[in-house]
Structures are given as C-alpha cells and as structure tokens.
C-alpha cells in the first residue's frame, strides 16, 4: 500500500543533499554535453530546466492562496546568468523558502491532494533527485537514489502521478500489479482499470481479485522510481506476468 516515506524535514534534508550532487555533476559537464535520459536536451537545458521549476514553485509558496499564480516563461534566463547560475539562484532560494514553510499553508498543486504548501518540499526533492541521475548519467553513471527516497518516489508516483492523469502512454489497461523493493521493505498493489488506477492492500487483491491479468516487479526502490519515470526499462528489474500492464504505470 502506498504510504509517504517523508516529512517536510525528511524532504528538506534530500534536497540538501541532491542539489549539491546535482550541481557538481553539471559543473564537471560541457555546457553541451547530451542528456542521454532525457533525449534532445543538453546538460545547459537539463539545468535551465530544473531552475525554471524551481522558479515556478517559489511563486506558488509564496503566493499565499490555493489559485494557480501565472507562470514565467520558461527559458528566459534573468540578464547576465548562465544556466548553472540561473539553477543555483533558483535552488538557494526556494531553500530559504521551504525552511520556513508551514506545511499547511494553502498552495496551489497539479494534483488530487489538498492544496496545501506541503506538497512541494516532497515534489522538489524527488525532482531533483530524478534530474540529479539525468545530470551523473551525461557524465558516468547515476549513483542510485536513496532507497527510502525512492520509495516515496514510488508512491509518489502511484498516488500523484497517475490520478493526475500524468501517463506518458494512453490505452486501457485492466488488470494487477505488484512492485516489491526488497531494499525499502516496501511493497505497492494496485489494480489498472481502464485509466484509472486504485491503490490495494494484499487482503483486497486475495479476496476480490476480478482480474486475471498480473504483473509483478522487482527491484531495488530506486531502480523502480526510474522505471516509472521512464529513465530505464522495466527489462532490467525481474518481471513476471502480463508486461504490458506496465505501460500503464509509466509517467516519462
């Protein structure tokens, strides 16, 4: 079943450590060096990217209301900042924002939760974490993202994600799946009907299974959180069952 892994500090405190991660990765690339995860972008793009976010969602924190505010135009960079810089002054300040944020403040989101300011710290941290492994891969290899992070991410994707209606493919599927991240201690169930998604728990799935159609994965949290964030296949973790259910789970 699907539960967060995180608090704010929790949150806080990844986000102290992938940004930095994030930022010697981009430092050690050429400015044009190919994002090999993220097709068509360069590690310039990858950075004015994540900085655009961030500039985005200091203005939901700080807006104080639950409407969405208007938003920059993204790719405009501020006169005399190069991308690394724009990210960097985009990071440092939605730090110092989300220090003393109070989670319960109203806030603007793109999903079915509560339109409340502690959303973001959780959605941030695993932006980050997600783009900080986009950055290490241009360079070498992406060290894998912390193991209780991913499992958010994981949940984050099944309980945000996918009610959002933020599929990378469109179809009906119908049928249940399991993904087990034996590192996390971490278990999810959910049953695919059509476009809508439902998290399980292991006595919902025994006693009122209708659907024969199953899919079980198995991975490290990380390596699933990068499978459904399309970064890699699902081919590389152990997978039994029906594959195709899993195109409905992808997110990127």
Known sequence: MSRLHGTKDFWIGALR??????????????????????????????????????????????SGGTARPDRPEPGELPAGMNPFQFWQHGYDRLMVAFDGLDPEAPAWNWAPQPKKAGFWPRRMALETA???????????????????????????????????????????????????????????????????????????????????????????ASDLLLALMGRVSFETLGVAGDRALLDGLRTG
Do not use: M
């Open 17 to 62: 450590a992938e940004g930095p991660a994030f930022a010697a990765a981009v430092a050690e690339a050429p400015p044009e060096t190919p994002v090999l995860s993220c097709p068509g972008w360069t590690i310039n793009e990858l950075a004015l990217h994540l900085g655009d976010v961030y500039r985005w969602v200091h203005i939901v924190v700080t």
């Open 130 to 220: 997600v783009h900080r492994w986009d950055a290490q891969l241009a360079i070498a290899s992406g060290e894998p993202i912390e193991a209780k992070l991913a499992a958010d991410g994981v949940s984050e994707v099944l309980d945000t994600w996918l009610p959002a209606g933020r599929r990378t493919a469109t179809g009906q599927w119908h049928g249940v799946v399991h993904l087990s991240a034996p590192d996390a201690g971490q278990d999810w169930y959910l049953r695919l009907r059509g476009e809508g998604v439902a998290l399980l728990d292991t006595d919902t799935i025994l006693d009122h299974d209708e659907h024969h159609a199953r899919a079980e994965v198995t991975g490290t």
